[in-house]
């Protein structure tokens, strides 16, 4: 079962004929999250052929127009077709007082319930039963969370022959052994996972910056990412001006991603200078060789594990 992760949107803080506001959606096993949530997604969505009816939670990373301001046309997108199923939105402080303003000013009925989760503190800011969604603060000039979406670990690789020495008949027993669940034969004898299953096996996990310079801790936070998606807004020529506006650059999230032993890096919140972004590339590459630049409607899975 592979993960999918959909770019949306790739721009910096305008728009521009190839690119949309910043919004990165992954398809997990029905499911959608989407990090930031920029103007027009609804749009990119139907052109990526994404549902508005599924299972779905929004991460919003600061409230900054271009991350955030595609929340109310969504919604009422949602509601012209029906959707029934909760959404959950997560965010900064603020972000509570920003939808609720928006439900009470613009003319639209909602036609599902929608949860808000405002983050105050850092650390597990989602618990679900296969994954976890991990916030820290970064290092924008307002306040920033970047997210890691990380799956839980898995049960190890079963062994039939482990099963069968051990007396288990096959058949519902074996399915829950498989699934990670302890079971209790007819002579009373308790049989663990562990006993008839290999090591767990790591689930993925991908990092998402949001808008920020380097700041300490970034490291630990997404060490040995399967995928880290970065702030790269202007080259090594407007550093000075990076940090002034809270941004990286191509050669610091590959220092990042080069320090944090991550798999792949893409980078994204592209200014919309950089028509030709072979440049970017070419400078990120020289530390971290598995680096793109993100496009909108590129689309990357990531596979289950073996290990």
């Avoid at 302890?182 to 299953?197: A, N, Y």
């Avoid at 801790?217 to 809270?246: C, P, S």
């Amino acid at each position: 079962m592979s993960v999918r992760i959909i770019f949306l949107g790739t721009a910096g803080s305008v728009p521009t004929p190839k690119r949309s506001l910043p919004a990165i959606l992954i398809q997990r096993k029905g499911e959608q999250i989407m990090f930031d949530c920029g103007e027009s997604v609804q749009r990119q969505m139907v052109k990526a052929k994404c549902g508005f009816h599924k299972k779905m939670k929004i991460f919003i990373t600061h409230m900054h127009g271009d991350h955030v301001l595609g929340l109310p046309g969504l919604l009422q997108t949602m509601s012209l077709l029906d959707r029934e199923k909760k959404l959950d939105v997560y965010g900064p402080q603020g972000i509570k007082r920003f939808l609720e303003s928006v439900r009470e000013t613009v003319q639209f009925a909602l036609t599902f319930p929608i949860e808000i989760h405002e983050i105050l503190e850092t650390g597990t800011v989602c618990d679900e039963a296969e994954y976890t969604v991990q916030a820290v603060w970064a290092n924008h000039v307002i306040p920033n969370l970047a997210y890691a979406l990380i799956e839980k670990p898995r049960p190890g690789r079963f062994y039939p022959e482990k099963a069968k020495a051990l007396g288990i008949p096959e058949g519902p027993l074996w399915s829950k052994l498989q699934h990670g669940h302890k079971v209790k034969l007819m002579d009373g004898r308790v049989i663990k996972p562990e006993d008839v299953t290999g090591p767990l096996r790591k689930g993925r996990k991908i990092v998402y910056t949001g808008d920020t310079r380097p700041f300490k801790g970034f490291v630990k936070f997404a060490a040995n990412a399967d995928l880290l998606i970065h702030d790269a807004t202007l080259d090594e020529e407007l550093v000075k001006r990076a940090e002034e506006d809270g941004h990286s650059t191509p050669t610091q999230a590959a220092i990042n991603a080069k320090k944090a032993k991550v798999k792949k890096l893409v980078l994204t919140h592209i200014s919309a200078r950089y028509e030709d972004t072979s440049p970017l590339l070419k400078k990120a590459r020289k530390i971290f060789k598995n680096t793109l630049v993100a496009e909108d409607f590129m689309q990357i899975e990531i596979p289950l594990s073996s290990e």
